[in-house]
C-alpha cells in the first residue's frame, strides 16, 4: 500500500513501533444484564491524537466513552491513562473531561460560573479562576456572553460553553459524546474545522464520539469503526475508505459496491475472479487468495467509470447494463446501473464541466468500467 | 381581533376571577363584617344584622373592639405565635422525610415510577379525619408504638407521646408528607442526569454535586412544597385537637373553640381575619418564588 497515511500532518504515532499509547484499553468488556455494550476490545490511543470512535447507536462507542470518563466501571478488562490504571478512581479524580452531548450546561449559573465550576473544585486562586475563564471566553469568541445563563444562548453558543467548561481543566484528554449533534449542518461542518484548531492549539488528546461518518473523517486523525461492541477496523480516513478490511468496514463508510465471485486465477497479487454478475473482475488483491476462494471486490461510486462504449483497453473491467436512477446533487450526478444480472453499481461522476461530455438518460444502454486497482478485495 | 373574539377571549379570564369573587371576596368580607359586630343572644348570634332597613345606622355600630381585644388577651398572640413555631418546625420536618423519598422515586427506573407515585396519593383515597385518628392508635402509651418497642426490648416504659407537640408533628409530617413529596419529586425528575454527572466529571464529590447542583435545582420544588404544607399547618385544627394535648396553643383550635363552644362569632370572625392576613405574607413570597421558577425554568 501506498502512502495511504495522515494527509493532514506528519503526526502518526501508531505506526511508531516504540511509541507508548496514552489510553489503553485492554480486553474492556461491559455487560448491562445479559447485554454485551463492549465485548473484549482493545484499543490504543496515542498522545495528541484526535481519535474518533464511529458507529450506529448501540455499538458501545458512547459506554467506551463513559468507562474512560469513569460513569461506568468495566465489567472486566482494564483502562490504562498515561500508565495509571483507571479502575477504582472516582470520576471525579479522573484527568479527563467529558463534553456531554447535551451539554449539561448547569441552568442555574452564567456562562462564567459554569466554566469556572472544575477550577473552583480544583480550589484554584480566584484571580486565576477569573483571568482562565476569560481565556476561555476568548477562545471560544464567547467574551460578551459571560454574564448570560444558558438559557439565553442559542444552539451553537451552548456548544461553545459546554466545550470550554470542558477544556478549562486541560484535562489530559477530552472526550466528546456527539459534540456537534445538535447542531444544524452548516453550524456543524464550521464547528469541526474549530474543534480541530482548538486541539492543535492546545495540544489537547480529544476522543470523539460519533454516528456521523463524515464528521469523523473531517476531524479524526484516526477513526475506530465499532459494531456490536467491538472494534472493526481503526486507522486513518483514507486508509478506512480506500482500504476497508472487510464488507462491514466498506459498507459503514460512504457508498460502496459489492461484487461477489470466486477466485480463478491468482499469480502474486494479480488474481481474476470469475464474479456472479455475468463479467471476470481482474483486480489487485492486497491479501493472498488462493484458487476457488469466494471473494469480495469492493469498489468506490467514483471509481468507476461510465461510456457510452465499451473502454478500448481490453485490461479493464467492463460491463454493460442500463442506466436505472439518476440523482443530480449539484456537484456531482450519482447513477444507479443494472446490469443484466440484477445486480445495480453505484457510479458517482462529478460535474467538472457545466454541461456534461456524455449526457446520460434514464433507460439508456451504458457502460461501467473500471481498472484492476480501482477497487480492493475482501476476504470477510 | 374579530369583536366575537375578543369577547370570549376577556370571558375565559372572567370566568375564574367571578368564581374567586363570588366564593372568597364575598364569604370574606363576610366574615369581615361579623368580626366587627358585637355579640348578641339572638340567631345570628351577633348585632347589627344587615337586613335592609336602617342601615347607616347600623354601619355606625360596626367597630374594631373585637381586633383590640386581641391584641389584650395573651392567649391569642401566643397562639398565633405557637401556631407558627409548629407549622414551621413540621414544614422542616416534613421537608427532611419527603426530600429522600422524593429524591428515590425520581431515580427509579421509569416503570415503576408511576407506582411510587400513586402509593404516594393513596392515603388520600382515605379520609383525612380517619387517618389521623389512627394514630391515636399508634401512639398512645398501650398503643402499636409502645408495644412493639417495648416488646423489641428498646424501652421498658410506654412512650409517652400523644397529647404533646411530638404527636402534633408525627401528625403534620405524616398528613402533609405527598404535598411536600410531589413537587420536589417533579423538580427532581425534570433535572437531566447528566448534569450531575457533569459535575463529577469536573471534579465534584457526589455529595458536593448534590449541593451545587441537584439541590439548588430542585429549589423551586422544595419551596412549593414548603408553603404547601406550611399554610395549612398554620391553621390545622384536627390534628392539634386529635393528637395534641390542653396544653398545645394553636390558633385553629383557638378559633374553633371561640365559634362553637364560647359562641362567640363577632371574635372568632377577628382571629380568622388575622389569621388570613398573616397567611397572605408568605403566600405572596410563595407566588414570587414560583415565578421566578417559571422564569429559571424557560
Redesign the interface.
Known amino acids: 500500500m501506498k502512502s495511504l497515511g495522515n494527509i493532514r500532518r506528519s503526526f502518526a504515532p501508531w505506526n511508531d513501533p516504540s511509541a507508548k499509547p496514552y489510553i489503553a484499553f485492554e480486553n474492556i468488556t461491559k455487560a448491562f444484564g445479559s447485554f454485551i455494550a463492549v465485548n473484549d476490545l482493545t484499543l490504543h490511543v496515542f498522545q495528541r491524537e484526535f481519535f474518533a470512535l464511529l458507529g450506529a447507536s448501540g455499538c458501545g462507542k458512547s459506554t467506551l466513552l463513559r468507562m474512560l470518563a469513569g460513569f461506568e466501571q468495566p465489567t472486566s478488562g482494564r483502562i490504562l491513562l498515561d500508565g495509571q490504571e483507571m479502575s477504582g478512581i472516582p470520576p471525579y479524580r479522573r484527568p479527563v473531561n467529558m463534553m456531554f452531548q447535551s451539554y449539561a450546561l448547569f441552568p442555574h449559573m452564567t456562562v462564567e460560573k459554569n466554566i469556572a465550576f472544575g477550577l473552583k473544585q480544583d480550589g484554584m486562586a480566584k484571580s486565576e479562576i477569573e483571568d482562565r475563564v476569560a481565556q476561555m471566553l476568548k477562545l471560544v469568541k464567547l467574551e460578551q456572553f459571560g454574564k448570560r445563563k444558558p438559557h439565553q444562548l442559542s444552539g451553537g453558543q451552548r456548544q461553545r460553553v459546554a466545550l470550554a467548561r470542558s477544556i478549562a481543566k486541560r484535562p489530559k484528554v477530552l472526550l466528546l459524546d456527539e459534540p456537534l449533534g445538535a447542531l444544524d449542518k452548516k453550524l456543524r461542518e464550521e464547528t469541526q474545522f474549530e474543534l480541530m484548531d482548538l486541539q492543535q492549539e492546545l495540544g489537547l488528546t480529544f476522543m470523539v464520539v460519533t454516528h456521523d461518518q463524515e464528521e469523523a473523517m473531517t476531524m479524526a486523525d484516526r477513526i475506530a469503526i465499532m459494531d456490536r461492541g467491538q472494534v472493526k477496523q481503526v486507522a486513518t480516513p483514507a486508509e478506512v475508505y480506500e482500504a476497508p478490511n472487510s464488507r462491514f468496514v466498506a459498507d459503514f463508510i460512504g457508498s460502496v459496491t459489492l461484487f461477489e465471485g470466486k477466485v480463478e486465477k491468482a499469480e502474486g497479487n494479480r488474481i481474476e475472479i470469475a464474479g456472479t454478475d455475468g463479467f471476470p473482475i481482474r483486480a489487485e488483491s492486497a491479501v493472498a487468495v488462493t484458487p476457488g476462494a469466494t471473494v469480495h471486490y469492493a469498489i468506490r461510486p467514483e471509481k468507476i467509470r461510465l461510456t457510452k462504449a465499451r473502454p478500448a483497453d481490453p485490461s479493464v473491467n467492463a460491463a454493460e447494463g442500463e442506466i436505472w436512477d439518476i440523482a443530480y446533487l449539484g456537484d456531482m450526478t450519482v447513477f444507479h446501473v443494472r446490469l443484466a444480472s440484477g445486480k445495480v453499481i453505484k457510479i458517482s461522476q462529478m460535474n467538472a464541466t457545466r454541461e456534461a461530455e456524455e449526457p446520460f438518460g434514464w433507460d439508456e444502454q451504458a457502460w461501467v468500467s473500471f481498472p484492476a486497482n480501482a477497487g480492493i478485495v475482501l476476504t470477510s | 381581533m374579530n369583536p366575537l373574539k375578543w369577547v370570549t377571549s376577556r370571558l375565559v379570564i372572567l370566568v375564574p376571577y367571578a368564581w374567586l369573587l363570588i366564593f372568597f371576596l364575598v364569604p370574606f368580607f363576610i366574615v369581615f363584617k361579623i368580626s366587627l359586630s358585637t355579640t348578641a343572644i339572638q340567631m345570628p348570634p351577633y348585632d347589627p344584622v344587615f337586613d335592609g332597613t336602617g342601615t347607616w345606622e347600623k354601619i355606625k355600630q360596626l367597630s374594631f373592639d373585637n381586633y383590640v381585644w386581641l391584641t389584650e388577651d395573651p392567649l391569642y398572640y401566643r397562639a398565633y405565635i405557637s401556631s407558627v413555631i409548629i407549622a414551621a418546625v413540621s414544614t422542616v420536618l416534613t421537608l427532611l422525610v419527603a426530600y429522600p423519598v422524593a429524591y428515590g422515586m425520581a431515580r427509579a427506573p421509569s416503570s415503576i415510577r408511576p407506582t411510587l407515585l400513586m402509593l404516594v396519593i393513596l392515603p388520600f383515597w382515605t379520609s383525612f379525619l380517619i387517618r389521623v385518628y389512627a394514630w391515636i392508635g399508634i401512639l398512645k402509651p398501650e398503643g402499636l408504638l409502645s408495644q412493639l418497642l417495648i416488646s423489641l426490648g428498646l424501652i421498658s416504659e410506654p412512650l409517652q407521646i400523644l397529647n404533646t407537640n411530638t404527636a402534633i408533628f408525627i401528625g403534620i409530617v405524616y398528613s402533609y408528607l405527598p404535598f411536600m413529596v410531589l413537587p420536589i419529586y417533579s423538580a427532581l425528575e425534570k433535572m437531566?442526569y447528566?448534569?450531575v454527572?457533569?459535575?463529577?466529571?469536573?471534579?465534584?464529590?457526589p455529595t458536593?454535586a448534590f449541593w451545587?447542583?441537584t439541590f439548588?435545582?430542585s429549589l423551586p420544588g422544595v419551596i412549593a412544597g414548603c408553603f404547601l404544607v406550611f399554610i395549612p399547618a398554620v391553621g390545622e385544627f384536627v390534628i392539634p385537637d386529635l393528637l395534641g394535648g390542653s396544653a398545645t396553643l394553636m390558633i385553629g383550635k383557638t378559633l374553633w373553640n371561640e365559634f362553637f363552644s364560647n359562641r362567640d362569632w363577632p371574635v372568632s370572625s377577628a382571629v380568622a381575619v388575622v389569621l388570613l392576613l398573616i397567611l397572605v405574607i408568605p403566600i405572596v413570597f410563595f407566588q414570587n418564588a414560583q415565578a421566578k421558577a417559571e422564569e429559571?425554568g424557560?
Do not use: F, I, N, Y
Open positions: 437531566d447528566s448534569l454527572e457533569a459535575a463529577e466529571d469536573l471534579g465534584c464529590t458536593g451545587k447542583v439548588p435545582l429559571a424557560r
